[in-house]
């Protein structure tokens, strides 16, 4: 009795899919989600979390259909059971995915997913962790519509260190970080940020090392037109994510008098007659 009594997992399955698959087609999405998530328990008993997974994400995808409220809860069940199958890029996507859905509805939990996303792949020790560029360019334009710009300078610089790593230019993350910077108005972390980054070696003496000293330059004059002035002279601002070229064309904020005290007056670069820059350090 008892052996007839065990569930027979690898029968049961497939009839859940087809019946999830025939409540999605019929958008009677409240059963369709029900039934991928036994379809998700079935894969799982079967020692499958690859596909428990799969089932898990449909079953968030239907839970997005209906506008409830388990997307997050679904999408981070799928996560884990990737990572069970040592899937770890794809259990990130699969918290992307979740922060895409979450980021006009709770951008809290939206900006927190991105993050798990990233830390996934950075406790991998392939090293990974700067091949998902799209995870950091979401999670800090995230964190900028959030107004948390310390959180948004912190992502920069993790991803610059991360392209470093895979032998990537990390040069426009960083110039993104000193932008970001000079915006929240804190001009001696734009010029420490500045620093450590030309200790990177595919940063330093790059157009876009230039062009920061550059712009720090302009605020050493104490000048608002000097600064607005190198943004738009330089194409390479235009180069960057969408929500730091927007930061980028509002510079400067705040008083930049206060700015240029805040540096000091020894310009990191002058022009000479035919417009050439150089070097003063």
């Not at 087809?18 to 039934?35: G, I, T, W």
Request: charged share 30%; aromatic share 6%.
């Amino acid at each position: 009795m008892k052996m007839r009594m065990k569930p027979d997992w690898s029968s049961a399955t497939p009839l859940y899919e087809r019946a999830a698959n025939s409540f999605r087609v019929a958008k009677d999405y409240d059963r369709a989600r029900d039934a991928f998530e036994k379809a998700a328990t079935g894969h799982s008993r079967q020692g499958s979390p690859w596909q428990s997974g799969k089932s898990l994400e449909r079953a968030a995808d239907m839970e997005k259909n209906k506008k409830g409220q388990r997307v997050e809860a679904l999408y981070r069940d799928a996560a884990q059971s990737y990572q069970e199958a040592g899937r770890h890029q794809a259990a990130a996507e699969a918290l992307g995915r979740a922060a895409i859905h979450l980021e006009g509805i709770e951008p809290e939990a939206s900006s927190q997913l991105y993050m798990d996303a990233i830390d996934i792949l950075a406790d991998q020790e392939d090293g990974k962790e700067g091949l998902s560029g799209d995870l950091f360019r979401q999670a800090i334009a995230g964190e900028i519509r959030l107004v948390k710009y310390q959180e948004a300078i912190s992502l920069l610089m993790r991803f610059g260190a991360a392209c470093d790593r895979l032998g990537l230019r990390p040069c426009k993350a960083y110039l993104g970080a000193i932008v970001v910077c000079l915006y929240a108005q804190d001009a001696q972390q734009a010029m420490a940020t500045l620093q450590d980054a030309s200790e990177v070696s595919a940063f330093s003496g790059s157009e876009e090392e230039r062009v920061a000293e550059a712009l720090l330059d302009a605020y050493r004059t104490g000048d608002s037109e000097a600064v607005q002035k190198c943004v738009a002279s330089h194409a390479v601002f235009l180069e960057l994510d969408n929500q730091i070229v927007r930061l980028a064309k509002r510079l400067p904020q705040g008083d930049v008098k206060l700015s240029a005290a805040a540096l000091g007056t020894q310009r990191l670069h002058v022009e000479d007659g035919d417009g050439e820059e150089n070097d003063l350090t």
